[in-house]
């Protein structure tokens, strides 16, 4: 395992210590339990969003944390659940009198915990669950992946627009269910406390459908050439999300950590063209490494539909470590 | 090789339509030559910022042009100077008539196809070299690495404010000379047309002093803990960079291209902590991959002294696809 580290201990109070030092102008690191707010937080009469679960796959969700986006953030250990603890804590320390919204990615972990964190939660909350990996065909068993950041994004200019709990959360619940994402790994990860790679893959192989903490995808294939691996990626999303022709689409191509800006471009590239003749049609992009599996080499495709509503939210000004515009 | 591609012939033609086409808000991209320009150009009145290199660097260059930064970047094949017709068809697309600065890169190739550039442009034009890279003792050798990114940002944020062409070029120079980086590889690179990687390492072993195209550094070492490795890259830096103390210092913490966030922000806690003691007072931070070498997984520390003009041009509006903030 070659890894920039101290020791696997510890690992996440340093990178989050790092983090936070390098933001100090948007963001603040709480311990016992831990969490990142956002800076003068809670904002007052803004409902607060609050999410957070395993280390591991930054800048998700802390990264995420500022004006226009989350209001806090609770990283558990490396691909493990934070704690209720943690959830309630944050919870409360943001709420600014309007309301906490979780938004929670769909592993059972996460589920369960901030589940127990939303019912010891004494003020008005709600929870937006996402799911919008498609490599799974069980609908309930939907990993919530980079989609994430689409909900994120949107419903927190929602809430800094002034939107109520029960508008941020029906606008979230929407988002979800009009995103759907699809990854492909070159490489594994190695978790720290592991020390070695969480799968074996050959020199000429790829696993098509991996989760974000290296779960087994839909199969394992001969490495293809990026156009046939895009069009498979697209073609699993639009079978799944059967968008109506003439949709206007944001378009996320995601890296996994491990995976350099040049591949994720021309992976991009392949990608618009894979959608050529589905009727959708591109009108914002994303480029980058935003929801990681640690230093695995690959990539995921998200595609959300989005109304004129929410495009305006997507535009709204951001400010935060890992996205920043129109302020 | 494992790299999300269709052939090695047209890596750098699809990564860039797929990168102009994702921030076709920001840039133009022009072929025959190529060079990727700034949507808009020329700004009239205002110095033409141009840089370029060799590809495999993304996102520099050509992630940096846009408002407060570089009019136009000229985009070699990977790891490849590109050539004097690039850059001379570049500055005469971007020249608003108040003369263009090349910003260049210390590379031999580099050098002598922008010297040729420079001789042949028929208008008023100035250079600045950027060679901040201290793993190589003799001065003349050492190369341009993430500084660059730092002087671009500086003198594009001055350009920006109407500073003329003399005063850009002199900028520059001073940012130059007030910075220094230091990088290490924690394993090689792969170039496409070559298919294997540039340089063998153990398991065990790092390269301290790589060069952003996996040139050998100062030695090889057995993996050391992060603050170990922090600790040698700022003696490296403030040995050569001698700060008086009490100056005040941008520290950016760059990515190779093949390491996570979370070994980033990690290192730039490190460094930090190796900075205490050495009267250097950090006010600004920039960590991510910035100014990579492919899928090396690796970083490097860059540490400007900067005095108030050079802060107040750093922090200026920029909207690159890259960079952006303040607008």
């Not at 915990?113 to 909350?125: C, H, K, L, V």
């Not at 669950?129 to 069980?138: F, G, H, K, S």
């Not at 990860?189 to 893959?201: E, N, Q, W, Y």
Request: glycine share 12%; aromatic share 6%.
């Amino acid at each position: 395992m070659k890894k920039f580290m101290n020791s696997v201990d510890d690992i996440l109070d340093e990178s989050l210590r790092g983090f936070v030092l390098a933001h100090e102008d948007l963001v603040v690191l709480h311990t016992g339990p831990t969490y990142v707010s956002r800076l003068g937080a809670p904002a007052r009469g803004k409902v607060a969003l609050v999410s957070g679960g395993g280390s591991g796959h930054e800048p998700l969700h802390a990264g995420f944390v500022g004006y226009g986006m989350l209001d806090a953030a609770c990283p558990g250990q490396v691909f493990t659940s934070p704690t209720p603890g943690q959830m309630l804590e944050a919870a409360q320390a943001v709420d600014g009198g309007s309301g906490v919204l979780f938004i929670v990615k769909n592993f059972a972990g996460d589920v369960m915990n901030f589940e127990m964190a939303a019912e010891m939660y004494a003020s008005e909350q709600a929870t937006i669950l996402v799911n919008d990996d498609v490599a799974t065909d069980d609908e309930s068993l939907r990993r919530g992946v980079a989609g994430t950041l689409v909900v994120e994004k949107i419903v927190g200019g929602a809430a800094q627009a002034g939107a109520s709990l029960a508008e941020c959360h029906a606008l979230g619940v929407q988002v979800n269910q009009r995103t759907r994402s699809m990854g492909v790994a070159l490489t594994s990860c190695t978790v720290p406390a592991v020390g070695k790679p969480t799968f074996d893959i050959g020199e000429d192989e790829m696993e098509m459908g991996v989760g974000i903490h290296g779960e087994k995808g839909r199969r394992r294939e001969k490495l293809a050439p990026a156009d046939d691996i895009a069009r498979q990626m697209v073609a699993a999303i639009i079978e799944d999300l059967k968008p109506a022709s003439g949709g206007q689409a944001l378009l996320l191509v995601n890296g996994f950590g491990g995976t350099p800006l040049m591949e994720l471009t021309l992976m991009y590239d392949a990608a618009r063209r894979s959608l050529g003749g589905t009727g959708v049609e591109v009108v914002r992009s994303l480029v980058g490494n935003y929801v990681t599996s640690l230093d695995m080499a690959g990539c995921s495709f998200t595609l959300s539909l989005l109304d004129d509503e929410m495009l305006r939210y997507w535009d709204a000004p951001v400010h935060t470590p890992a996205l920043r515009w129109g302020r």
